[in-house]
């Protein structure tokens, strides 16, 4: 029997890690010589207090969203995928390769056929680590973060020696046809006769993005599939008895993950830089750990968590730019959210369950003494 609530699990004991991590970078804003409040309105201000902080704060968190989805997946079959950030990347390659090979009339026909080779790109990355788990028990973490490296040296040559226009110096491919650019929401928004969002580059990506957090618990929490992802996950010999093949899950699990991540590409890529550039993915892929374990690994926690770090990301952005806190600083607030989420969760957890438990028991009805019959003495 569960000892708390599941929205204390799903909501409040994430609250209180972010409320101390948060509390935790006051203090070291305080130790620079700066002013905490003065740090928090300048962050608010700047992500939160205009269409166009609220543009690349959504932006961001578009592409922690995919990030996120990603390990998250992975999360439930106990699969620790740090591989989102190589996976990206080639997904950016598929995206691009997509762009670049057909003179697209308009972005609705050239939006689903980059997301499949986005997600086909992502998904190969993801193949190898994961065949080479389930098979030869080579461990997911190791492979896939030498599969970060792989990957950026392959996509490096693929700008130098392959997509780099000729005469070109930028290690960067050629700019998409006009009919692969994504509108944004200044474009969506236009009818309102205002200008919203001037200047931003969040997108219909954003919207892509919503999809596929209800697609992903759609999948999880809603076919024999997810079922047996979720049960491989909880037991492995328990899943093996029920028939379940730890091989194929395993493969599967690694797949819709890299798929996921590979996504990614569609916003960054095809939506903001319309060419395919080297570190287009800026450690997005490595947020996306942060944000499936802040959200539980469940679409609706990657959600809010993903907004949230697209708010430390533009914040971070207006802090370096208007104050003397370096942007570095969201790194640390950042971390502080990873130790608490992760490494540090029992320490709010457990003094939790013990204030639920002692609860319900205080609740809980007391026998009747009264009640009890006894028999006379003969």
């Excluded at 995928?81 to 990206?88: F, K, M, R, S, T």
């Excluded at 690994?297 to 207006?318: K, M, N, R």
């Excluded at 029992?346 to 609740?363: D, K, Q, Y």
Aim: glycine share 10%.
């Amino acid at each position: 029997m569960d000892t708390m609530p599941k929205w204390v699990d799903v909501l409040l004991i994430p609250l209180i890690n972010l409320v101390i991590a948060f509390v935790l970078s006051g203090l070291v804003i305080l130790a620079i010589g700066e002013s905490p409040v003065q740090a928090v309105r300048t962050m608010v201000t700047g992500a939160l207090g205009s269409t166009y902080g609220w543009g690349y704060t959504l932006y961001y968190a578009t592409n922690f969203m995919f990030t996120g989805l990603a390990v998250a997946v992975a999360f439930h079959a106990r699969l620790f995928n740090i591989g989102g950030e190589g996976q990206a990347m080639l997904g950016g390659l598929g995206v691009a390769l997509v762009c670049l090979s057909i003179p697209w009339p308009h972005w609705t026909l050239a939006l689903p056929v980059a997301i499949l080779g986005g997600a086909l790109f992502g998904a190969a990355w993801a193949f190898l680590p994961g065949y080479l788990q389930a098979k030869r028990g080579s461990h997911i973490v190791i492979t896939t973060i030498m599969f970060n490296f792989i990957g950026a040296a392959l996509l490096n040559y693929m700008l130098v020696n392959v997509l780099k226009p000729a005469g070109s110096m930028d290690p960067a491919s050629g700019n998409f046809p006009e009919g692969a650019h994504l509108p944004t929401f200044q474009d969506i928004f236009a009818f309102t006769g205002m200008t919203l969002f001037r200047g931003a580059p969040v997108n219909v990506t954003f919207f892509v993005a919503i999809a596929a957090c209800f697609l992903v618990w759609w999948l999880i929490w809603r076919t024999r599939l997810g079922y047996a992802i979720r049960a491989f996950g909880q037991s492995e010999p328990a899943a093996v008895y029920a028939g379940i093949k730890p091989v194929r899950i395993t493969v599967i699990a690694m797949l819709i993950s890299g798929a996921l991540a590979g996504c990614m590409a569609i916003n960054n890529v095809m939506g903001e830089a319309e060419r395919l550039v080297l570190n287009a993915v800026e450690g997005a892929g490595f947020i996306g750990i942060a944000v499936a374990l802040m959200g539980r690994s469940h679409p609706f926690g990657v959600f809010l968590a993903a907004l949230l770090f697209g708010f430390l990301y533009q914040g971070g952005a207006e802090l370096g730019l208007w104050t003397n806190i370096p942007r570095d600083l969201v790194v640390v607030i950042q971390a502080l959210v990873i130790l608490f989420t992760g490494a540090l969760d029992n320490m709010v957890r457990m003094p939790l369950e013990r204030i639920f438990l002692a609860a319900r028991r205080s609740r809980a009805p007391k026998p009747d003494t009264k009640s009890v019959q006894t028999e006379p003495a003969e």
